[in-house]
């Protein structure tokens, strides 16, 4: 194991050296121990601050594996299931005609609300409430379960207003109770953080090769990112924006919290706690097809509420966001990852990492 972490702690120090990367982390965990614990580089250029086992970094779209996970927890339990109408646990979302959607349409992106609603402002975004009876307004754009569109943000209150309801706690509590606390994650994963955390906040960072620094959408539109987050890291960086709980794109968290989140995934699970049984992850990653696809059409990467990611192998499932932060388990090789980084050019990064593993681990 430590001639593993010796190798992806080098290519870490080898990324700052030759100034691809600012500041990043990588955890790998391996039959539920953790072989992998490296981290390089600067968390705020601004001050020097370095990058250390605590920093955390803003993740994007690597928060949707996690809420997943507390969505598929809540159906092991039988508090809800795939199936369910989710105008049968949150009645206000019926309107508009959206009173067939299930659980099963948002968890895999057709329930025709990818779009975020109009006329909100960056205090609206952040007030849970007010968003919850937005989403619950929306006009579907197609038939749930019939077209694929990425809910990029909407996620957020399509998953985590539907765990309210079924089990009564908030998703930050419960996203503590039930993931940070038995994993002893609790200083180390946040969706919302507290203020006392703000000092171990990694900067974000945008360069000019980055799509960040495209020009803005028309916001006369709806759009699934609106104006109003763009550029994403920009965004990130606002003390407001990291204090919201929005958990389709605002996790902030180290890289070893995403890679023990994903250990507890696997069979036998890591540290004593297992989050999901294996039947429940058989049906978790499951390949999801819209009603539109046709007979011979390739798979989706799509699970429900994860997707393949960095593999095309059915045994790897998890979330990858803006930015370049990724997260994944493997059921074949008994390895979870996580990769953190606040620097937000094209990711070169991974493919080395990924390669520098394999030849260590002698694949």
């Known amino acids: 194991m430590k001639k593993i972490?010796?190798?992806i702690q080098s290519l870490?120090?080898?990324?700052?050296?030759?100034?691809?990367?600012?500041?990043?982390?990588?955890?790998?965990?391996?039959?539920?121990?953790?072989?992998?614990?490296?981290?390089?580089?600067?968390?705020?250029?601004?001050?020097?601050?370095?990058?250390n086992r605590e920093t955390l970094f803003p993740v994007f779209s690597t928060t949707k594996?996690?809420?997943?996970?507390?969505?598929?927890?809540?159906?092991?339990?039988?508090?809800?299931?795939y199936d369910t109408r989710i105008a049968?646990?949150?009645?206000?979302?019926?309107?508009?005609?959206?009173?067939?959607?299930?659980?099963?349409?948002i968890l895999n992106h057709t329930a025709g609300l990818p779009n975020m609603p109009m006329g909100i402002g960056h205090k609206e975004l952040c007030n849970w409430e007010t968003m919850c009876a937005a989403i619950a307004d929306l006009k579907p754009l197609t038939p749930p379960g019939m077209e694929w569109a990425y809910h990029a943000i909407t996620y957020s209150w399509l998953t985590g207003e539907v765990t309210r309801r079924v089990d009564g706690r908030s998703f930050p509590q419960l996203l503590r109770d039930e993931i940070c606390m038995p994993l002893s994650l609790v200083n180390e994963l946040f969706v919302g953080i507290p203020d006392e955390v703000e000092p171990h906040v990694a900067i974000l960072e945008g360069k000019a090769d980055n799509a960040s620094n495209l020009p803005l959408p028309n916001d006369a539109a709806p759009q699934a990112i609106p104006a109003l987050v763009q550029p994403l890291h920009e965004w990130m960086n606002r003390p407001d924006a990291?204090?919201?709980c929005i958990p389709?794109?605002?996790?902030?968290?180290?890289?070893?919290a995403i890679a023990k989140h994903y250990a507890a995934l696997l069979p036998g699970g890591v540290d004593g706690?297992?989050?999901?049984?294996?039947?429940?992850?058989?049906?978790?990653?499951?390949?999801?097809?819209?009603?539109?696809?046709?007979?011979?059409d390739p798979p989706m990467g799509q699970r429900l509420g994860y997707t393949i990611g960095v593999s095309t192998s059915p045994a790897v499932f998890g979330n990858s966001g803006h930015g370049g932060s990724t997260g994944f388990a493997d059921l074949e090789k008994g390895l979870a990852f996580g990769f953190t980084r606040n620097r937000f050019v094209s990711d070169t990064s991974s493919p080395r990492i990924f390669e520098t593993l394999q030849k260590a681990l002698g694949r």
């Open 88 to 105: 049968d646990v949150w009645p206000e979302f019926a309107a508009h005609g959206k009173g067939e959607i299930t659980l099963r349409h």
């Open 248 to 256: 389709a794109s605002n996790g902030i968290m180290t890289a070893h």
């Open 5 to 7: 972490e010796q190798s």
């Open 65 to 81: 594996g996690i809420a997943a996970t507390l969505v598929h927890l809540l159906v092991e339990r039988g508090k809800i299931s």
């Open 273 to 296: 706690v297992e989050l999901l049984p294996p039947e429940r992850i058989r049906l978790a990653i499951e390949p999801q097809w819209p009603g539109n696809c046709q007979p011979g």
């Open 12 to 51: 870490l120090d080898q990324f700052i050296a030759e100034d691809s990367e600012r500041g990043v982390q990588v955890a790998i965990y391996i039959k539920g121990e953790l072989a992998v614990d490296a981290f390089a580089g600067i968390a705020d250029p601004a001050t020097g601050r370095k990058v």
């Open 242 to 244: 990291r204090r919201a």
